[in-house]
């Protein structure tokens, strides 16, 4: 719908419902509501979700659903599959589905053949990444490549980053990889430590070519080399991925060994195309391709399943359930992976990058919060942080859960530890206990106070039967269309991010300002001079 969703019919029905439900607890609900944790489940490719412990009831779906059908999510859905410019403050089309479509499925979008164009790259990638896995690629000095070092920032690190992590067991070639992005020097020479130049190959990624932090890492990284090899070693330790070939052979990288990709791929909706060579070059193109197939699984599933019974559609909702209308202010990702340790960085860029906006896509403001606040750690970890605050503290978090049936190794039983632990979160994060089941326990009753758990804290659990390539394409696209039905709802544009440009422009403008060549005074407000002033005492 266009206008404002907050004044729609769907809106106000939600907004009684939530009077109702709200003062019921999960023990109320369950016990109205036998059967609820079998009916409240469903399946989406591998993964199996239980939403059943939500401050939800079937009225509530219900409802959630009609506002979904009232936001024309259905339409929206279709739009962005069919390659209409739904990003339409940059005018473009949305496409990263298209990254994964098999090669034999059709889609023309501006005139282009997008599957075509996606799978010549794919292959390109393919070629490229056995050669350096078997050793056929070879570096100046006639050696093979042991270390792929990715540097990009934002979407061209966070995916493979986080994906390369996830995937290390299934890094088979000998070749490991690392990655770069921060600006702060500490990040390039930690990162470079011990390589040896001649083993080294540098990936630099960058949709447009031009981010300051990439540049500046690549520049060293080039002196590096060209310091140990000289110059001409350049083409053989240097590729770049990017949609900007112009920029990539100024920066003096052949553009033979340049890997493209479209303006209709955002970047934080990227590392499954070309972003993700070094992902690929440590995994293999074959994993790299069931990694594709998992993410097409589940955007089929999004793109066909009924809204009630559509996981990316239910968990989106539930989002915005919690965030409009319990006034949560976050939602915790709680992987129960240690190989998913990077995960929740990467969401929080998905998430906040896209849904971050105070605007609607028409320019008019929204009225209600947007955005959900992704935070969170791998368990049993955060147990033992901040889980005390999701048990007892005063505020709502609804965080989800992930786990895995199949461990990579196991040594002594582990991994049924960690799994009893994370169904153990959920329960007592629902259920607590209450104050005459602790008194019953023989608590002096003045501990009684401090040791009632609440319960009634709603999680979402996402269970699958091992994290392989697949399985994680599944989440991270289950991820991705719950962003797209958040912002659908929400009416914003999740497909820009102009409000990172301030900031980088203004950097841009102050950096002349530290060095003691240029007046301290070009600072754009009194704060920051006197900050530049004390800055430059320092520094000396
Ligand atoms: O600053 C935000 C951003 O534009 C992200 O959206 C993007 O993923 C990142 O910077 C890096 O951009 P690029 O891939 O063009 O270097």
Not at 62 to 77: F, M, N, P, T
Not at 236 to 259: L, P, Q, R, W
Not at 372 to 377: D, L, S, V
């Amino acid at each position: 719908m266009s206008g404002d969703i907050t004044q729609s019919r769907e809106w106000a029905a939600l907004a009684t419902d939530h009077d109702a439900v709200a003062g019921k607890h999960l023990r109320e609900l369950f016990a109205e509501d036998p059967g609820r944790a079998e009916r409240m489940s469903l399946t989406a490719g591998d993964l199996y979700l239980d939403y059943s412990k939500h401050r939800a009831t079937a009225e509530t779906v219900k409802l959630l659903v009609a506002l979904a059908e009232r936001a024309g999510l259905r339409e929206r859905i279709d739009a962005m599959f069919a390659g209409e410019h739904i990003n339409v403050s940059e005018d473009r089309a949305v496409l990263h589905v298209a990254l994964r479509m098999p090669a034999d499925a059709k889609l023309v979008v501006d005139g282009q053949d997008v599957v075509g164009d996606v799978h010549a790259v794919l292959d390109k990638m393919g070629e490229f990444a056995t050669r350096v896995r078997s050793g056929e690629w070879k570096g100046q000095t006639g050696q093979a490549i042991k270390t792929v070092v990715n540097i990009g920032i934002g979407g061209s690190d966070l995916g493979p980053a986080m994906a390369y992590e996830a995937l290390r067991d299934f890094a088979d070639a000998g070749i490991t990889a690392r990655f770069v992005s921060n600006i702060d020097p500490a990040d390039i020479t930690g990162t470079m430590k011990g390589l040896d130049p001649a083993t080294t190959l540098f990936i630099v990624s960058s949709k447009t070519f031009t981010t300051l932090e990439t540049l500046t890492n690549a520049k060293v990284a080039r002196a590096w080399l060209v310091d140990a090899l000289g110059e001409k070693a350049v083409a053989k330790h240097f590729a770049a991925v990017s949609t900007n070939a112009e920029k990539v052979a100024e920066f003096g990288i052949d553009t033979a060994n340049m890997f493209g990709f479209w303006d209709w791929v955002g970047g934080r909706y990227s590392y499954d195309g070309a972003i993700g060579l070094s992902l690929m070059i440590a995994i293999g193109p074959e994993r790299f391709r069931e990694m594709l197939d998992g993410f097409h699984t589940v955007d089929e599933h999004f793109r066909t399943a009924p809204f009630a019974a559509n996981m990316p559609v239910l968990m989106g909702l539930l989002g915005i359930w919690y965030n409009d209308f319990f006034d949560a202010e976050t939602r915790a990702v709680l992987p129960y992976s240690q190989r998913l340790h990077r995960f929740p960085a990467y969401l929080q860029q998905l998430t906040m990058e896209s849904n971050g906006k105070s605007v609607r896509a028409d320019g008019s403001p929204v009225t209600v919060q947007t955005g959900e606040i992704f935070w969170g750690e791998p368990g049993t970890n955060g147990q033992h942080a901040f889980y005390q605050l999701l048990h007892q503290g005063t505020r709502l978090v609804p965080a989800d859960f992930l786990g895995f049936a199949e461990p990579h190794e196991d040594p002594d039983g582990m991994h049924d530890l960690l799994t009893a632990n994370l169904l153990a979160q959920t329960s007592a994060l629902a259920f607590g206990k209450t104050a005459e089941e602790i008194a019953a326990e023989g608590t002096p009753e003045s501990l009684v106070p401090h040791k009632v758990m609440p319960g009634n804290r709603p999680t979402s659990t996402i269970l699958a039967p091992r994290l392989t390539p697949s399985v994680l394409g599944q989440l991270v696209a289950l991820y991705e269309h719950i962003v797209f039905v958040e912002g659908t709802i929400w009416g914003v544009d999740s497909f820009d991010q102009w409000g990172v440009e301030l900031g980088k422009k203004m950097a841009m403008d102050l950096a002349p300002a530290l060095t003691s060549e240029q007046p301290p005074d070009s600072a754009p407000d009194e704060s920051t001079a006197a900050l530049v002033r004390r800055y430059r005492e320092l520094r000396g």
